[in-house]
């Protein structure tokens, strides 16, 4: 199965939400959609559902261009951040309901939901209603009844993003495997750059209803194609400054500076600017491809065993994370280490340098 | 927990127990001591006991009024729910005309009860009135003063006007606070309107129409002004509702302690049916 967006845009009252977009999403990978909020996800999700009608271009599922289908006929799940269920049905009935609107036979139904039930773990709760579970449960419910059908098309729309650390793990332990084995084209929008890293899969990064950049999710965090993506698929957020190459040198400032070194030697000289990850710069020297930067710590946040500190250098924000506990003190002066053999180079047009 | 011992802070509940003493202890409680005793002016009181109370529960004058304050109460109830969820339903949730659906939805609200009675009285009357004018003028006998059925169809018609809009605005409340990802939900699910109503918008809405059907309840219950004004309980007997029959008691005939009996069962069926009713309606929730 495949669902293939053509020159795909949207506008709502003049304001555009999704410009054209083509994308060709295939069953079998889980299909990242990640973006900060009002990137677009959930619009280019409805899109996809039908729920919304694009203002310009085709959807393509199978080989059959469903733009004019509606919703109902092109069977389709949807999970929300919301823990959407029917407020008084019991969790059986509520898993059910897709299927009775299907008109199946009732022995089929318990079939399956008691199927789906169990591999969500919710099979002692099947009497209950939604208001007496807990959120992590009730989401789970409304996974359930997404999966209950066969839907060509999945669609989850930041589905962890209210539950609570722990249930967050479990669950995403959890979906891979459930969809392993399933037939259908999975799309999971998320905020986290974490999260996507964790799936795996295929990720599609989002920036002001513009996808950036699809491909493999390592691919795209390893070989950001630009800076948005870049920043995009970074948290906590990408450190950036403007470096002139000058001759052999990479130059921030006159005290700041490195050599260009074999990979790119054959860019010409200019303006570029450096993105930096905050888990290459380092409180300690760790390798010979550290270079040091003056900084004045703005706070450090420790969590457990890793420290987050957020310092002011050359002009801009930065951070570093590393592990360990590092204590500072806020203003305190301090030094820094950057490994420029972990950077991206960016052009004028903000896209990546490939030497 | 150390608890800070301040004993002058009762002072700070002082204003509210004053102000609940006298607005509604000291009169029921001076309800009450009417209800158990015989005056005949003078300030002379006798004990009389439950006799008042004997005689009112076996009074037939008190089990009409008392059936057609139910009848009536059930009547608007059955109405102006139904009316008020079709109307909130049908109202739009988003642009400039919410705001004008909402300002004409509260003005009925904002009017004076008394001013509503007059309001109908006028509108109704047959030879003057817009409304009984006309409804002679398209050849119904119509005559409120005189008929019976109109009087009762006009004093229904009135409080559907008047009070509809409470039960439009707190529908609309319990509308609006559904999520719009419920109604996607529904739409992938390939749910009918009638099931989107049946299995969202009414169990979304169930508490605040717990809450309208009882305000309609008790108020529908205590109405007197509106009916007052606009038939007096007549033609004959037909209107006279409950507070109608016991002001007659009290002030026509100054039988003070028939008519304290009278509110004391007045205000405890009226207790009785609004605890039932909200026990029956709560009984499925936490």
């Given at each position: 199965?495949?669902?293939?967006?053509?020159?795909?845009?949207?506008?709502?009252?003049?304001?555009?939400?999704?410009?054209?977009?083509?994308?060709?999403?295939?069953?079998?990978?889980?299909?990242?959609?990640?973006?900060?909020?009002l990137?677009?996800?959930?619009?280019?999700?409805?899109?996809?559902?039908?729920?919304?009608?694009?203002?310009?271009?085709?959807?393509?599922?199978?080989?059959?261009?469903?733009?004019?289908?509606?919703?109902?006929?092109?069977?389709?799940?949807?999970?929300?951040?919301?823990?959407?269920?029917?407020?008084?049905?019991?969790?059986?009935?509520?898993?059910?309901?897709?299927?009775?609107?299907?008109?199946?036979?009732?022995?089929?139904?318990?079939?399956?939901?008691?199927?789906?039930?169990?591999?969500?773990?919710?099979?002692?709760?099947?009497?209950r209603?939604?208001?007496e579970?807990?959120?992590?449960?009730?989401?789970?419910?409304?996974?359930?009844?997404?999966?209950?059908?066969?839907?060509?098309?999945?669609?989850?729309?930041?589905?962890?993003?209210?539950l609570?650390?722990?249930?967050?793990?479990?669950?995403?332990?959890?979906?891979?495997?459930?969809?392993?084995?399933?037939?259908?084209?999975?799309?999971?929008?998320?905020?986290?750059?974490?999260?996507?890293?964790?799936?795996?899969?295929?990720?599609?990064?989002?920036?002001?209803?513009?996808?950036?950049?699809?491909?493999?999710?390592?691919?795209?965090?390893?070989?950001?194609?630009?800076?948005?993506?870049?920043?995009?698929?970074?948290?906590?957020?990408?450190?950036?400054?403007?470096?002139?190459?000058?001759?052999d040198?990479?130059?921030?400032?006159?005290?700041?500076?490195?050599?260009?070194?074999q990979?790119?030697?054959?860019?010409?000289?200019?303006?570029?600017?450096?993105?930096?990850?905050?888990?290459?710069?380092?409180?300690?020297?760790?390798?010979?491809?550290?270079?040091?930067?003056?900084?004045?710590?703005?706070?450090?946040?420790?969590?457990?065993?890793?420290?987050?500190?957020?310092?002011?250098?050359?002009?801009?924000?930065?951070?570093?994370?590393?592990h360990?506990?590092?204590?500072?003190?806020?203003?305190?002066?301090?030094?820094?280490?950057?490994?420029?053999a972990?950077?991206?180079?960016?052009?004028?047009?903000?896209?990546?340098?490939?030497? | 927990?150390?608890?800070?011992?301040?004993q002058?802070?009762?002072?700070?509940?002082?204003?509210?127990?004053?102000?609940?003493?006298?607005?509604?202890?000291?009169?029921?409680?001076?309800?009450?001591n009417?209800?158990?005793?015989?005056?005949?002016?003078?300030?002379?009181?006798?004990?009389?006991?439950?006799?008042?109370?004997?005689?009112?529960?076996?009074?037939?004058?008190?089990?009409?009024?008392?059936?057609?304050?139910?009848?009536?109460?059930?009547?608007?109830?059955?109405?102006?729910?139904?009316?008020?969820?079709?109307?909130?339903?049908?109202?739009?949730?988003?642009?400039?005309?919410?705001?004008?659906?909402?300002v004409?939805?509260?003005?009925?609200?904002?009017?004076?009860?008394?001013?509503?009675?007059?309001?109908?009285?006028?509108?109704?009357?047959?030879?003057?009135?817009?409304l009984?004018?006309?409804?002679?003028?398209?050849?119904?006998?119509?005559?409120?003063?005189?008929?019976?059925?109109?009087?009762?169809?006009t004093?229904?018609?009135?409080?559907?006007?008047?009070?509809?809009?409470?039960?439009?605005?707190?529908?609309?409340?319990?509308?609006?606070?559904?999520?719009?990802?419920?109604?996607?939900?529904?739409?992938?699910?390939?749910?009918?309107?009638?099931?989107?109503?049946?299995?969202?918008q009414?169990?979304?809405?169930?508490?605040?129409?717990?809450?309208a059907?009882?305000?309609r309840?008790?108020?529908?219950?205590?109405?007197?002004?509106?009916?007052?004004?606009?038939?007096?309980?007549?033609?004959?007997?037909?209107?006279?509702?409950?507070?109608?029959?016991?002001?007659?008691?009290?002030?026509?005939?100054?039988?003070?302690?028939?008519?304290?009996?009278?509110?004391?069962?007045?205000?405890?069926?009226?207790?009785?049916?609004s605890?039932?009713?909200?026990t029956?309606?709560?009984?499925?929730?936490?």
């Open positions: 199965m495949s669902l293939e967006l053509r020159q795909v845009s949207k506008n709502v009252d003049g304001e555009t939400y999704i410009y054209p977009t083509d994308l060709r999403l295939e069953a079998g990978v889980f299909n990242i959609l990640l973006g900060t909020t990137s677009g996800k959930t619009t280019l999700m409805q899109l996809m559902a039908g729920l919304e009608k694009p203002t310009s271009g085709e959807i393509w599922f199978n080989g059959e261009n469903v733009t004019s289908m509606p919703v109902q006929t092109r069977n389709v799940s949807m999970v929300y951040q919301q823990f959407i269920n029917y407020p008084n049905m019991t969790v059986f009935e509520n898993i059910a309901s897709p299927l009775r609107v299907a008109k199946m036979q009732n022995s089929d139904i318990k079939n399956r939901v008691g199927k789906i039930a169990e591999i969500l773990q919710i099979s002692q709760m099947l009497d209603r939604p208001s579970l807990s959120g992590g449960q009730q989401q789970r419910v409304a996974m359930a009844r997404a999966l209950v059908k066969d839907s060509h098309l999945i669609l989850f729309d930041e589905p962890l993003a209210n609570d650390f722990k249930l967050r793990e479990e669950l995403r332990d959890e979906l891979p495997r459930i969809f392993s084995e399933r037939n259908s084209v999975v799309v999971y929008a998320t905020t986290e750059p974490s999260e996507a890293l964790l799936f795996g899969g295929k990720t599609a990064t989002m920036f002001e209803g513009k996808v950036t950049q699809f491909g493999d999710t390592g691919e795209v965090y390893r070989q950001p194609n630009s800076l948005k993506t870049a920043q995009v698929f970074s948290e906590p957020p990408l450190n950036t400054a403007i470096v002139h190459k000058i001759g040198v990479f130059k921030i400032s006159d005290d700041v500076s490195w050599p260009v070194g990979k790119y030697a054959q860019i010409p000289d200019g303006e570029y600017t450096v993105g930096i990850r905050p888990h290459h710069v380092y409180p300690h020297r760790m390798s010979d491809s550290n270079i040091a930067i003056e900084g004045v710590v703005q706070v450090a946040e420790l969590s457990g065993s890793e420290s987050m500190i957020h310092f002011r250098t050359m002009g801009n924000s930065w951070v570093s994370l590393s360990g506990v590092h204590v500072y003190a806020a203003q305190e002066k301090t030094t820094l280490f950057a490994d420029v972990n950077c991206f180079y960016f052009d004028a047009n903000r896209k990546l340098i490939t030497a | 927990m150390n608890k800070t011992v301040n002058k802070a009762w002072f700070l509940v002082l204003p509210v127990l004053l102000l609940v003493a006298f607005n509604a202890i000291i009169p029921l409680m001076t309800v009450v009417y209800s158990v005793q015989e005056t005949f002016g003078d300030n002379n009181f006798f004990w009389a006991g439950v006799l008042w109370f004997e005689e009112i529960l076996r009074s037939e004058r008190f089990h009409a009024s008392l059936g057609r304050q139910l009848f009536f109460t059930f009547s608007i109830l059955a109405i102006e729910i139904p009316l008020g969820v079709i109307i909130a339903l049908a109202m739009p949730r988003k642009g400039v005309w919410v705001s004008v659906c909402l004409l939805m509260a003005m009925p609200l904002l009017i004076p009860w008394n001013v509503v009675g007059a309001m109908w009285n006028i509108f109704a009357l047959p030879d003057i009135g817009l009984g004018n006309m409804l002679n003028g398209m050849g119904i006998d119509y005559n409120f003063t005189r008929q019976p059925v109109a009087a009762w169809a004093l229904l018609a009135m409080d559907v006007w008047h009070w509809t809009s409470l039960v439009v605005l707190l529908a609309y409340a319990g509308l609006v606070s559904i999520p719009d990802a419920y109604y996607q939900a529904a739409k992938i699910d390939g749910a009918s309107s009638w099931a989107i109503f049946r299995y969202i009414l169990p979304k809405m169930k508490r605040v129409l717990t809450i059907i009882l305000l309840f008790m108020d529908s219950f205590n109405i007197y002004t509106e009916p007052f004004v606009l038939t007096g309980g007549g033609p004959g007997n037909s209107t006279t509702l409950l507070s109608i029959d016991l002001v007659k008691i009290a002030l026509g005939q100054f039988d003070l302690g028939p008519a304290a009996a009278m509110s004391l069962i007045y205000f405890l069926v009226i207790l009785l049916l605890w039932v009713f909200y029956l309606m709560m009984r499925n929730e936490e």
